[in-house]
């Protein structure tokens, strides 16, 4: 199984930006994802996820209102949008995977993509 996020960059605080992970090896049906952020200085911790089922989603109290995560099953892609961007926002941003379930513990994920630099500007 091999996960690659892309999407990150230079974005003013306000904007918005999409965030993929491109999932190969494994279909979508039988996988969780999670977007994890790490600052620097920080530990890594959980933005969202999305359910095997595609319509299960949890997301984190700092960023509900602002992401959604959803996937899109013919390219076995998932996507992160975040709105409304915030200084605190910048972060590498990593996806994950799992069985089925949704979680938002990184202890609880067995696969990790590279990670995306998404730096947010005044």
């Known amino acids: 199984v091999q996960l690659q996020a892309s999407g990150g960059g230079l974005v003013q605080a306000g904007g918005s930006l999409r965030l993929s992970c491109a999932v190969s090896?494994?279909?979508?049906?039988?996988?969780?994802i999670g977007w994890f952020r790490q600052a620097p200085g920080k530990e890594r911790e959980g933005v969202g996820c999305i359910g095997s089922n595609g319509f299960s989603t949890r997301y984190a109290d700092s960023v509900k209102g602002r992401i959604a995560i959803y996937r899109d099953m013919a390219e076995n892609m998932v996507y992160l949008e975040v709105n409304g961007l915030q200084l605190e926002d910048t972060a590498v941003y990593y996806c994950?995977?799992?069985?089925?379930?949704?979680?938002?513990?990184?202890?609880?994920?067995?696969?990790w993509g590279q990670g995306t630099l998404v730096t947010v500007s005044s």
């Open positions: 994950a995977i799992r069985s089925l379930d949704c979680a938002m513990t990184a202890a609880h994920y067995d696969y």
């Open positions: 090896g494994f279909a979508l049906d039988y996988l969780a």
